[in-house]
């Protein structure tokens, strides 16, 4: 995932949509339009890809590190176009290859997990991930600081898991950084909502700066489902 997208704490935003692509449609209603629009081209994408792998197999592994590539190029591109204000029309174009290289990128989890482990994932991340995010707009809170803080935490966690990779190696360690890691990212849904409906109530209407805030959340709830989805893989293998 493209944590950098979360590093967006600047409130002076300008209003610019010179494009005029849907411009007449509320902010936060197209952050979750193009929010829903990543999961139905990634969902294709990952479905057509695991049935593909099926008969050739060797093309997973291009997928997964095209796609990885693929979605750091692009999100690095849609966060330039939402700063500068550039073309919607190209922040869109680059926003759909990237839905199509995360599609690519988690299509090996198509193949490794069964159809009821992958609903009931699904199901459970809509509802952790809606939860945390109706939170975050009806909150009355301020969570800038708290955006602060997780980010830290983010970049801390990243450095105690590298050096459990090249020096502790412990699984007991490693376990308790992908917990911080999935608290972060849970963290995030709320900061990230909250942060559209200040947006809307300040008047925004830049399309290319709602694509930017739609892959924020989406890169969280990718997260949040490969996690969740682990733990009912475990949790089944158990019984």
Same mark, same amino acid.
């Given at each position: 995932?493209?944590?950098?997208?979360?590093?967006?704490?600047?409130?002076?935003?300008?209003?610019d949509d010179?494009s005029g692509?849907?411009?007449?449609?509320?902010f936060? @209603?197209k /952050?979750?339009?193009? +929010?829903?629009?990543?999961?139905?081209?990634?969902? &294709? !994408?990952?479905? *057509? %890809?695991?049935?593909?792998?099926?008969?050739?197999?060797?093309?997973?592994?291009?997928?997964?590190?095209?796609?990885?590539?693929a979605?750091l190029?692009t999100?690095?591109?849609i966060?330039?176009?939402?700063?500068?204000?550039?073309?919607?029309?190209?922040?869109?174009?680059?926003?759909?290859?990237?839905?199509i290289?995360?599609?690519a990128?988690?299509?090996?989890?198509?193949? @490794?997990? /069964?159809?009821?482990? +992958?609903a009931?994932?699904?199901?459970?991340?809509? &509802? !952790?991930?809606? *939860? %945390?995010?109706?939170?975050?707009?009806?909150?009355?809170?301020?969570?800038f600081?708290?955006?602060?803080?997780?980010?830290?935490?983010?970049?801390?966690?990243?450095?105690?898991?590298l050096?459990?990779?090249?020096?502790?190696?412990?699984?007991?360690?490693n376990?308790?950084?992908?917990?911080?890691?999935?608290?972060?990212f849970?963290?995030?849904?709320?900061?990230?909502?909250?942060?559209?409906?200040?947006?809307?109530l300040?008047?925004?209407?830049?399309?290319?700066?709602?694509?930017?805030?739609?892959?924020?959340?989406?890169?969280d709830?990718?997260?949040?489902?490969?996690?969740?989805?682990?733990?009912?893989?475990?949790?089944?293998?158990?019984?």
């Open positions: 995932m493209d944590n950098n997208t979360h590093n967006f704490q600047n409130e002076d935003y300008y209003q010179s692509i849907i411009t007449e449609v509320p936060l @209603a /952050s979750y339009l193009f +929010l829903g629009l990543a999961m139905f081209v990634s969902g &294709l !994408v990952g479905l *057509g %890809l695991g049935k593909l792998t099926t008969y050739y197999p060797e093309i997973m592994m291009y997928a997964f590190y095209g796609g990885a590539i979605v190029i999100s690095f591109l966060n330039i176009n939402a700063y500068k204000r550039k073309s919607t029309t190209a922040t869109l174009v680059a926003f759909i290859i990237y839905s290289a995360m599609g990128m988690i299509s090996p989890v198509f193949i @490794a997990l /069964s159809g009821d482990v +992958l009931i994932s699904f199901g459970i991340t809509a &509802l !952790v991930f809606g *939860g %945390l995010a109706l939170y975050g707009h009806f909150s009355k809170r301020d969570f600081g708290f955006g602060a803080f997780i980010t830290s935490l983010l970049f801390g966690g990243m450095i105690i898991s050096l459990n990779f090249l020096i502790f190696r412990s699984f007991e360690l376990y308790i950084i992908e917990m911080v890691f999935f608290g972060v849970l963290g995030y849904v709320i900061i990230d909502s909250n942060r559209i409906k200040r947006l809307q300040a008047g925004e209407t830049s399309s290319s700066l709602a694509i930017m805030c739609a892959m924020q959340l989406y890169s709830f990718i997260y949040i489902f490969l996690r969740i989805a682990l733990i009912v893989l475990n949790s089944k293998s158990k019984k």
